[in-house]
């Protein structure tokens, strides 16, 4: 099985996994008696971006309105006149490609009603074949009001994450909540977390998102990433005698493949030699800050997707991450195909300049390594092994030169 078969047989199991037991099979338009749900796909099952309620108009438009800072003004616009059309229920008939549901015990819309306290349905997006692929829902009420969004956790690598997300959370909303907290960034709040039929479901508040919030994309959100490595405080030390470094270090060892574990090892051993006395400052960062998992909204950056959070790495992280992920999307060539020059001026605007500017773009990229190489030998990790390759072949040819000791 290959291309848009196995896309819609993908889509077919996750749906089967949320209404267990039940009956779910591709069927057109009309064919919906005795169906417990009809989920249509949009655009459609060739290139499915989610699976919408059949027959709720408004409950399929409010799943449409998500705008990320991702979304340019045309996209915006095409998204929004999409959804007012959707509501009226007059392009339903053009969705000709579907899912009907029949049968089965208590589904994943009743489990989220109980949780809830309200009757929902849900959208279901599954998104691209890879080591974290997981479904999220939208929960909506039958109306179209946000109720709150799930994930759900499906294999061992998505359970990890689901666990990682709950976490930071619970974290971050004792510490960017409340009387005296820092304005401006808004990270959602945890409802539940728990397991469900041999699924685990982190159920998070609904981030309110609008079509009116655009600014332009080159102005990095500085101040709320300062916000967010400062959350936890922050730590001077030198690399070496860091607890970032000394898990680092740990990290070859958790590699499966021999030639590969043996690479990296080198890559860690050199940079530690080279880097070792920098004097840098630690604290928090999200792990995965792009413009696709933000939105602004009345003045304040929502933010969502908090998965890779974690505590106690070099500042400059987010900030690299988010214009270099960026940039690799519009790029001509593969990711790290090649080494990323001009990235060290990137960080000037956080203090970060010349030799301890370098160490901080090999810090991130060694970081993103560590992160693919686990990922990717994870049973689903097939379409993320090119990538890894490439990372570790670029770090593996770099010859870092040494930095002195002392401040940045």
Same mark, same amino acid.
């Given at each position: ?248 270090? *740990?990290?070859?060892? =958790?590699? &499966?493949? @021999?030639?590969? /574990? ?6 860690? %051993?050199?940079? +530690? ?85 370098? *160490?901080?773009?090999? =810090?991130? &990229?060694? @970081?993103?390594? /560590? ?6 030998? %994870?049973?689903? +990790? ?27």
């Amino acid at each position: 099985m290959s291309g848009p078969d196995e896309t819609r047989a993908a889509w077919i199991r996750a749906v089967e996994d949320l209404w267990p037991d039940a009956r779910v099979e591709a069927v057109p338009p009309g064919r919906s008696e005795g169906a417990r749900r009809e989920l249509a796909f949009l655009p459609d099952a060739r290139r499915p971006r989610l699976l919408v309620p059949a027959g709720m108009p408004r409950a399929a438009a409010a799943a449409l309105r998500r705008y990320s800072h991702d979304l340019g003004l045309k996209q915006r616009a095409s998204r929004g006149l999409t959804a007012a059309a959707v509501r009226t229920g007059l392009p339903e008939r053009t969705l000709r490609d579907r899912l009907r549901v029949t049968g089965g015990g208590p589904s994943i819309e009743d489990r989220l009603s109980e949780l809830l306290g309200r009757p929902v349905v849900v959208s279901v997006g599954l998104g691209s074949a890879r080591a974290n692929r997981k479904p999220i829902l939208h929960a909506l009420s039958p109306r179209g009001e946000a109720v709150a969004f799930v994930k759900i956790g499906d294999t061992g690598t998505a359970r990890g994450l689901l666990a990682g997300e709950a976490a930071a959370l619970s974290y971050l909303g004792e510490r960017l909540a409340g009387p005296g907290s820092p304005e401006g960034l808004h990270v959602p709040r945890l409802l539940h977390h728990g397991t469900w039929r041999e699924l685990d479901l982190l159920v998070l508040e609904p981030l309110p998102t609008g079509a009116l919030g655009l600014r332009r994309r080159e102005q990095a959100p500085l101040a709320q990433m300062r916000t967010l490595f400062e959350v936890g405080g922050v730590e001077r030390a030198p690399l070496r005698g860091s607890a970032y470094w000394e898990e680092m270090a *740990a990290s070859p060892g =958790l590699v &499966l493949d @021999e030639r590969q /574990r043996d690479r990296f090892g080198e890559v860690v %051993e050199r940079v +530690g030699k080279a880097h070792g006395d920098l004097v840098l400052d630690f604290g928090a960062w999200h792990g995965d800050w792009t413009p696709w998992n933000m939105a602004w909204h009345r003045g304040v950056l929502r933010l969502w997707d908090w998965e890779r959070f974690s505590r106690g790495v070099p500042a400059g992280f987010d900030l690299l991450h988010y214009r270099l992920q960026e940039a690799m999307r519009t790029a001509s060539e593969p990711p790290y195909a090649t080494w990323p020059d001009g990235a060290a001026a990137l960080l000037g605007p956080l203090g970060l300049t010349g030799p301890a500017a370098e *160490a901080t773009v090999r =810090l991130y &990229l060694l @970081e993103l390594c /560590r992160r693919y190489l686990l990922a990717a030998q %994870e049973p689903i +990790g097939g379409p993320l092994r090119a990538d890894t390759e490439r990372l570790l072949a670029l770090l593996h040819a770099d010859q870092p030169e040494p930095t002195p000791g002392g401040t940045p």
